[in-house]
């Protein structure tokens, strides 16, 4: 089992920047990629971005493509999302999950999740 932590949420004007963090404990060999999602409110969890531990190979949604970086720190287990030019719409809850064999943009790929961390964004 792997547990996941987030960090880093916050409150930032349209335009900003926020970095959030994701520590990974437990199991932590048995990962093969890591993900980020994003929930608002009346609406479905939708894939971000993720990355692979070995390679570092990264993918991201067109929503935030040129403006988030996604990395990794293998020394630390930790994830990062770097959010740049912030909008309201990226306005929502933040969740890092793990992925055991495959990189997936849906939630089913990835089995284990931290607790979300808010990000909001004012106009």
């Known amino acids: 089992q792997v547990q996941l932590v987030e960090s880093g949420g916050g409150s930032v004007q349209a335009g900003g920047s926020l970095r959030l963090s994701c520590a990974a404990s437990?199991?932590?060999?048995?990962?093969?990629?890591m993900g980020w999602f994003r929930q608002s409110p009346r609406k479905e969890r939708e894939f971000v971005a993720a990355?692979?531990?070995?390679?570092?190979?990264?993918y991201y949604a067109d929503s935030v493509k040129g403006r988030f970086t996604i990395s990794r720190d293998n020394a630390k287990n930790t994830v990062y999302l770097q959010m740049n030019s912030l909008n309201p719409e990226d306005t929502a809850v933040y969740y890092c999950?793990?992925?055991?064999?495959?990189?997936?943009?849906?939630?089913?790929?990835?089995?284990?999740w931290g607790q979300g961390t808010q990000v909001t964004v004012s106009s």
């Open positions: 999950a793990a992925a055991r064999s495959l990189v997936g943009v849906t939630t089913a790929a990835y089995n284990s």
């Open positions: 990355i692979t531990w070995s390679s570092g190979s990264t």
């Open positions: 437990g199991r932590t060999s048995s990962n093969y990629a």
